[in-house]
T-cell receptor, first 116, second 109 residues
Framework: GAVVSQHPSRVICKSGTSVKIECRSL??????MFWYRQFPKKSLMLMAT?????????EQGVEKDKFLINHASLTLSTLTVTSAHPEDSSFYIC????????????FGPGTRLTVL | RKEVEQDPGPFNVPEGATVAFNCTYS??????FFWYRQDCRKEPKLLMS???SGNEDGRFTAQLNRASQYISLLIRDSKLSDSATYLC??????????FGKGTRLHILP
């Protein structure tokens, strides 16, 4: 099946620093990638939809200047958490789809961010 | 009203028993439905797609009722390894997927 990787899998940083998370589709071209965050014991919350070569579409309440998303190629999307604060600590998961209607989502393994 | 609703549980079920949970969705335009399984601190993994005709995969059976706008998951002969959170997912035309909050299942030895 299709494989999506994320890097890093875990990151601990100081408050005020920026953190970049990469999401790659390893064996298929992903026209669309999604970024989610998940708080402990909560469901996934969609943050933004990322289409290759265009600006990401952010969900209501998600700060686009805080969470910078770049989808530079059909196999790579990056999420940068700028000036991270402890409340940004969360589990960030990306998913990718080939864009074929009704196709399933392929999830990355997630990145656990801890901001001290 | 939330777009996808599930009973959060937990469902505590003895090993070997049959357990079923439902999920309701509010958007009648939702096109596709899935059940995902999520283990603690891990990413969701696709368990099965849900079709109108119903589908079965081993001990797992999924059903879709479009008229009443719900989907169901039935697990027969439950195993300890079935303990997880089960996420109901609806997908819209634009590939945006909506997750339910999940139903926690604990299989008891």
């Amino acid at each position: 099946g299709a494989v999506v990787s994320q890097h890093p899998s875990r990151v601990i940083c100081k408050s005020g620093t920026s953190v970049k998370i990469e999401c790659r589709s390893l064996d298929f071209q992903a026209t669309t990638m999604f970024w989610y965050r998940q708080f402990p014991k909560k469901s996934l919350m969609l943050m933004a939809t990322s289409n290759e070569g265009s600006k990401a579409t952010y969900e209501q309440g998600v700060e686009k200047d805080k969470f910078l998303i770049n989808h530079a190629s059909l196999t790579l999307s990056t999420l940068t958490v700028t000036s991270a604060h402890p409340e940004d600590s969360s589990f960030y998961i990306c998913s990718a789809t080939t864009g074929i209607l009704y196709n399933e989502q392929f999830f990355g393994p997630g990145t656990r961010l801890t901001v001290l | 009203r939330k777009e996808v609703e599930q009973d959060p549980g937990p469902f505590n079920v003895p090993e070997g028993a049959t357990v079923a949970f439902n999920c309701t969705y509010s958007n009648s335009a939702s096109q596709s439905f899935f059940w995902y399984r999520q283990d603690c601190r891990k990413e969701p993994k696709l368990l099965m797609s849900v079709y109108s005709s119903g589908n079965e995969d081993g001990r797992f059976t999924a059903q879709l009722n479009r008229a009443s706008q719900y989907i169901s998951l039935l697990i027969r002969d439950s195993k300890l390894s079935d303990s997880a959170t089960y996420l109901c997912v609806a997908m819209n035309r634009d590939d945006k997927i909506i997750f339910g909050k999940g139903t926690r299942l604990h299989i008891l030895p």
